[in-house]
C-alpha cells in the first residue's frame, strides 16, 4: 500500500484507519489513540486532534499535557467553547459532548486513574508546574 499520508498525523490517521483504529507503527505504536474533531474558539472552523485516552465507565478521559509543556493545548480552549465533539475511536465515529475539569475531586480522581493506565503522563507533570485540565468525553448515545 502507498502512503498518500504527508504530516506526522495524517501518517497515524492513515496507520490507524487500515488498522481497526489501532496505531501500529512509530513511536505511538499500541497506544489507545482518538482521534477528536471539536470547533475551533477563534475560527470556528473544524479541527482535529489526536489524543492519548483512558476510559471511564462509558467515557474517554483526555489530559491537557502537551507533552508537558508550559501552554495548554488550543484544542481545551476548543472544546471549553464548542463541547460538541467527534470521536473516531476503533474506526466508529462517535458523537460526544466534552466537560473540561481544572480543578477538585473529579479532576484529580481522573487525573490519578488516567495516569495509572498510562505511566508515561505522570513524567508530562514533572515538566512543568502546570495543573494540567482532564476532559471527560461523553458520547450522546451509545
Not at 25 to 38: F, Q, R, W
Not at 48 to 66: F, H, N
Not at 105 to 134: N, S
Request: hydrophobic residues 35%.
Amino acid at each position: 500500500m502507498t502512503s498518500t499520508a504527508t504530516s506526522f498525523e495524517d501518517i497515524i490517521v492513515e496507520d490507524m484507519r487500515a488498522h481497526g483504529g489501532q496505531v501500529t507503527s512509530g513511536p505511538l505504536a499500541g497506544h489507545p489513540i482518538l482521534i477528536m474533531t471539536n470547533t475551533g474558539a477563534k475560527s470556528s472552523e473544524p479541527r482535529r486532534a489526536l489524543l492519548t485516552y483512558s476510559r471511564d465507565a462509558g467515557e474517554y478521559i483526555v489530559a491537557g499535557t502537551a507533552g508537558g509543556s508550559p501552554t495548554t493545548p488550543s484544542w481545551v480552549e476548543n472544546v471549553r467553547r464548542n463541547p460538541d465533539v467527534t470521536l473516531e475511536v476503533d474506526n466508529r465515529m462517535i458523537e460526544a459532548v466534552a466537560t473540561v475539569l481544572n480543578r477538585g475531586e473529579e479532576r484529580d480522581r481522573l487525573w490519578q486513574q488516567h495516569v495509572e493506565r498510562l505511566p508515561h503522563f505522570g513524567e508530562y507533570a514533572k515538566k512543568t508546574d502546570r495543573i494540567f485540565p482532564v476532559v471527560r468525553l461523553t458520547p450522546k448515545s451509545n
